[in-house]
């Protein structure tokens, strides 16, 4: 699900999506904006857009890093890429709100085991296999016996990661029609 029916990054961000600037903290963004056409926070609202939607073809790049999408978007679109760094609580505030408006709860519990599965994967990859070594009160194991329960569960996390994939696609099958069109509030039963 996305807040964006466009990512034209051309158009002004207010202009598209004009309900999004009459509530905090998009609102005092917005306001406090004294740029010519607001452009200033609309290209950062673009840049929040294309870093955390899910809809955004960046989406899918690592967070961190030189060639993740935080820095990419922030030094290429942003056109600062000390901004995030500077501003991390700022824009993490605008960030969670932006992801809290577009997704709903299945779609925040497959973000958090997605996180939480990059993030694992970072420790497998970075952690050697060490199987220990002799001190003088005995032996002191090393990290395969963890690293070997961590794999063996492996099928475990990716089930449950699948299961709230499945969970978010029923809830998206749910609001289209048999057309692939956006059902109407009638058709949902809402009035």
Do not use: C
């Amino acid at each position: 699900m996305s807040l964006l029916t466009n990512f034209d990054t051309d158009i002004n961000f207010w202009d598209t999506n004009p309900q999004l600037k009459v509530i905090d903290p998009f609102k005092e963004l917005h306001d406090g904006d004294k740029s010519r056409n607001r452009g200033y926070s609309s290209r950062l609202m673009w840049t929040i857009a294309l870093v955390w939607d899910r809809s955004s073809k960046y989406y899918n790049l690592p967070e961190n890093g030189i060639d993740g999408k935080i820095n990419l978007v922030f030094t290429d679109h942003f056109g600062d890429a000390s901004y995030y760094d500077k501003n991390t609580d700022k824009v993490n505030i605008l960030k969670n709100f932006y992801l809290r408006l577009s997704e709903t709860v299945a779609l925040r519990e497959l973000r958090t085991i997605e996180e939480k599965l990059i993030e694992r994967g970072e420790f497998l990859k970075n952690t050697k296999y060490d199987i220990g070594k002799e001190t003088e009160r005995g032996y002191v194991l090393g990290t395969v016996d963890i690293l070997d329960k961590m794999f063996a569960n492996t099928k475990k996390l990716w089930d449950l990661y699948e299961q709230a994939l499945k969970q978010v696609l029923q809830e998206q099958d749910a609001g289209r029609t048999a057309g692939g069109g956006e059902m109407s509030a009638t058709d949902r039963g809402t009035i």
